[in-house]
């Protein structure tokens, strides 16, 4: 679990390790954060003019998706190679085995959430979570949890978020819960950790130089 920070640091955080596990094959990675300040993240595709309308700072993301409004969620990312991970060619595999342990971690905590019943419903709003996909989940009838994905060669990025403020309080108990749920579900066990040296000195140079900039940011 990482403490609160900035967005440009938190996608460069994300970057880095994602490019870490292509340079070294290394083992899968979960890292849960918070945000310092509330702000927007765009996915990849979208159009950053779409948006400036809205008073929050803006991030694109390295994955695809839509427009997240962070604040008071806990956000996370996932990253795996081919050799640990056999869902790296499926899309929706990956958001059904991420999401699944996070209902029950969730559920652990007497949050009873589920996946989506019937089919998925696009609206002509831009916000991720006015949106429904395939194995996202809902709460009480809204969406809590949404996810979206990068792939280079073998490895997996896989980004999204828990819009659940009554979590702020259970973060640790939470972490741990997904920790265990996730090792019973699909072998891995799951330890805390810190970046290493060099994954760090590549995020601080992303955030300074990419995600805080706007040819990254406004470049579509």
């Known amino acids: ?49 779409d948006f400036t309308a809205r008073p929050l700072p803006i991030v694109r993301r390295l994955t695809g998706g839509l ?11 996932f990253v795996a190679s081919r050799r640990d991970w056999p869902f790296v060619d499926d899309q929706e595999k990956n958001y059904e085995a991420i999401h699944f342990v996070i209902s029950q971690a969730l559920n652990d905590l007497n949050f009873k959430c589920s996946f989506i019943s019937g ?3 696009r609206s002509p709003d831009s916000l991720c979570v006015n949106n429904l996909f395939p194995h996202d989940l809902i709460l009480q009838g809204r969406k809590i949890v949404g996810s979206c994905q990068r792939k280079r060669g073998n490895t997996l990025l ?26 019973k579900k699909h072998g891995f066990e799951l330890f805390n950790d810190r970046m290493n040296d060099s994954e760090t000195a590549l995020a601080k140079e992303l955030s300074a130089t990419k995600y805080s900039h706007k040819e990254w940011n406004q470049k579509i």
């Open 119 to 121: 089919s998925a419903g």
């Open 158 to 183: 896989v980004q999204g978020s828990i819009h659940l403020h009554e979590l702020s309080e259970n973060i640790a108990v939470f972490t741990d819960r997904f920790a265990a749920n996730f090792q």
């Open 67 to 77: 427009l997240v409004e962070h604040g008071k969620d806990i956000s996370y990312c």
């Open 1 to 49: 679990m990482s403490g609160p920070d900035s967005a440009p640091n938190n996608m460069a955080a994300d970057e880095s390790l994602f490019v870490s596990t292509i340079k070294n094959a290394s083992s899968p990675v979960f890292r849960f954060y918070t945000w310092a300040l509330s702000s927007i993240t765009i996915g990849y595709f979208q159009k950053y003019s």
